[in-house]
């Protein structure tokens, strides 16, 4: 087909959606203040419409998900349909081998001129005659790329050694990511990108075509990736100084094209064949006029050009199928019989209608034969693209058989020492070392499988994992019948924990619940901690009755009628025990303040503390950044103190002084970096880079140089010499509590020493009681910085929130736990399972209560740039930080599980407090020595430590199986890829982080068991000289 212009300009506007370029009459009366930003600023489109509305089409251009840029791209240039899994491409952006309308300009020896984002330059390496690209991941840069264009483009323009120009803006969306749309800095993009129009127009000739468009949109918060309406509307303007159409635009109509209708439509504008994978329709009123053939003044020719254009549109199409399915022959015979049998016979028709001019001339139905022509063609194109969307949702059921079954496979090998491996057994049984070997057996075999790419069906691994699960079963069946631990497992709240796990795990398979897993997910936790604390009641009052023991609510006396106690109400078990109970509910129901919203929560509103703090004004700013100083601030203190209340801050080992300065500094740096952050963008201009950055660097520097320190010097002990003769010595980080017994333990050992000779007594230690827990908790104060810098100042107070949680829960697990602990023996310490799961739905609660959603749009990509600026030489970095700021709840959760073995043993003042009091628990509490305990028996603190390891990663599995199995079973779903595909992606990417961090903290919590094995044999040494 003869191409109707020489030149093409692209424009592309990075999620420049379509209410951004559709003017609003309604709003020229109101005064501009109160116009929304990212309305009415792009007039000079709306002056081209109104002055030459032949000369000008406006569309909905709605783009197929997922709408991330790379994959829009690639829509853009081939016609092809993106796929879900192409979004895990997007900061890759390899080489697009596919045919696109770019290597069929370069066929034909067109020059192609390129301006803006890199990421073209990627796709189409050496494409292109002259280039001028930057980097554009960076999304704090809003205007460092647009300007560098504006640098260039004029003058390049007006010189005529060019074909086609491409001119990729990117601040539009940067604008959104940082601001939202509803920002003064959206209005300032906006107009930048209308004078851009206006002086491009100004320079354009007869015979060159303009494309103004958006490759997505975004979302209120300025989001995008997914496939709600505000993402897939982008915005398509075309225009030229020549007639483009016959009639005018209908403004009344709702003119929709797909993205990919892009490709055809230029291609044979400009005279290009189609590429070969196209799926798009051509725009049929950019054909009806055609200026040597007189179609403006008659309709039979304007509907014969418009056919002809549709004609060449249906050939490739059906070329394209029939040749695919030759290869594939994936494609439903019928339907492509049904679809070749329409193209044949609008065919026929047309051969036959043209026959029948030539010789006879215009017949009066010919109009009517064309448009039904028109409509025929039309049909075949929508048909034939529908077909190949339902078809290539494609799902390999042998793999995804196989995968579930590797899944399962590994649940119940984790099941299995849980339930199989004694405490009491020092060495790995030998069933235990078969079924290790057919696993990895069976993990080997599908490596290779896949490697080489066969279509068989692995029936070995199939096979492999089948017998594996029923060895499993069999042996953990024969070990619960002699051992009796059953038994021993049926408490209410292993029960209880279980039957909520087993409801999670098959809420997966309800997209309601998915949509809103945050609300049943907070149910849940506040669910189990009301069992826990209902267990601590009912064994405190059990207690009470088998020794007849009497409440203390109501005193009754001779002389007078019974008074109300209000101090012994207060101070009874059960009335704390309640407190901490609401108090804890409470604390998870403030979470839910940092929920964001998901496009189908319908009203849903997102909180303000997830909105940028540079996108808000005024009062509500000072008071959001104040709150967010106040946590950060008490979320240092809340570990500080903790460690200096069980003696963990004294003396002046490198781990001590680090942890005693480093996180406050952290802290401050911090807090510098957020106001940064949150300066208007004018003020935020006079910064270079580098300054914005410092920062949040320094806060690296101090927390990474922390890290090291207490990966080196874990133990968080003090040794205070006790010799004959010597003053009395307090550690100088001695605070109120720790004066009084200090004192007496000195005093006691000097009274022993003057009765016992001069024989040397073994020197007091500070803090060895809580010697495990301290470094764990230490470790935690420190990963807590990182997550909040990344969080940012708005989601950061959640952290507090995630710390408060955790230390409830932890007492309530511990009281809950207690009287077990003393009735089996001082010396157990096994992590529970119902522990276990709290830990787990905790987990994945703060996920969504530090401000995501299992959704691409929630994805926040600006963590990368944190501390940060310019362009990354790869995504590891940047990837990295994403991963820490999106499961910053996992993480935090996950590092801390080694607390379920430490807290009980501890005995705090809360839990003595909610537990009633035994003879037992006062001769415990005598001769407390707190989970240094675990130190004489090395084996079952690793034993201990590895099935808690396994515990997690079970649970983990389970969700992340039912997440896949969900998946799996939808996989025909309407909301498979709106739903259950990403929240099968989640939680495989949740599984593999709990998996990780639970192995680092089991790695960790052996690191301090052999630096405290050396210290206690330089005790040992020492006293021996």
Known sequence: MHGRFKRAIIIIIDALKYEFIDYNVSLQSMINEKIPPYKNKLTTLNHLRKQKPMHTRQYKFIADPPTTTMQRLKGLTTGSLPTFVDAGANFQSYEIMEDSFIDHLIKQKKKIKFFGDDTWLSLFPKRFYKSFEFPSFNVKDLHSLDNEILKHIYSELQVSDWDVIIAHFIGVDHCGHIYGPNHPAMREKLTQMDSVIRNVTNIMRDDTILFIMGDHGMTKTGDHGGDSADEIEAGLFIYSPAQIASRKQDETEDSIVMQMDFVPTLSLLLGLPIPFSNLGMVIPELFSYCPWWNTASNELRQVYHKIKALRLNAHQINLYLTTYQQIASDLPASKLRTLQQQVTRAESEVQGLITTMISQGPTNDALQKLQSLEKLYKKYIREAREMCENVWAKFDLKMIVAGILTVVLGAVQGLYFLVVWNNDEERLPASAKFLLAGSLLHMLYLVVHISLFSDAVPLMAYTLAVVLMLLNVAVMKDNLIKTGSLAEFVTLENVASTVLLASYCCFYFSNSFIVFENAVSLFLVQTLVCIFSFRIVLKNFSGERKENVKTDFMRYSKKSKSNFELIQVIKHPTTLVLVSTLLCCIVLRITSNFFVCREEQGSCENPFLTFPLASMEGASKNQRYILSVFSLASLVYAFRHWLKYFGNLNGTSPAVVCLSFAPPVAGMFICFHWALQGLPEFASESFSAWQLALMAQAVYIILIASMLTLMLFPLLVYMLPAKLGSTLRLPNQ????????????????????????????????????????????????????????????????????????????????????????????????????????????????????????????????????????????????????????????????????????????????????????????????????????????????????????????????????????????????????????????????????????????????????????????????????
Request: glycine content about 6%; proline content about 4%; hydrophobic content about 50%.
């Open 734 to 1025: 001695a605070d109120f509590q720790q004066i009084i017994p200090t004192l007496y333990n000195q005093l006691k050992v000097r009274l022993t020493e003057s009765q016992g000779g001069d024989e040397e007594k073994p020197p007091v230690v500070y803090g060895l009681g809580s010697a495990y827990s301290a470094s764990v908790v230490a470790m935690l104060s420190i990963v807590s910085l990182l997550l909040a810098l990344l969080l940012n100042d708005g989601i950061a107070p959640s952290l507090l929130l995630a710390s408060i949680a955790l230390y409830l829960c932890l007492e309530l697990y511990s009281s809950a736990t207690a009287s077990e602990e003393l009735r089996k023996g001082a010396h157990i310490a096994s992590p529970c399972w119902a522990g276990m799961i709290l830990l787990s739905l905790l987990s994945t609660l703060f996920f969504y209560g530090t401000g995501h959603q299992a959704t691409i749009p929630s994805i926040r990509f600006e963590a990368a740039y944190t501390g940060f600026y310019g362009d990354f030489n790869n995504f590891i970095l940047p990837g990295f930080l994403i991963w820490l700021n999106t499961f910053a709840g996992p993480i935090f959760f996950n590092l801390a599980s080694p607390l379920l073995v430490f807290w009980p043993l501890l005995s705090s003042a809360l839990v003595g407090m909610m537990v009633r009091k035994t003879p037992e628990q006062a001769q415990r509490k005598a001769t407390w020595q707190g989970d240094f305990k675990l130190f004489n028996n090395g084996i079952h603190l690793r034993k201990s430590m590895f099935k808690l390891c396994c515990g997690i990663i079970v649970i983990a599995s389970l969700k992340f199986l039912s997440a896949a199995t969900a998946a799996a079973l939808h996989r025909r779903h309407l909301m498979v890829w709106k739903i259950f595909a990403p929240r099968m992606v989640y939680e495989g990417a949740m599984f593999l982080t709990v998996s990780v961090c639970a192995f680092m903290a089991f790695l960790f919590v052996l690191r301090v068991d052999n630096v405290l094995s050396k210290f206690v044999k330089n005790i040992a040494t020492k006293k021996g000289n």
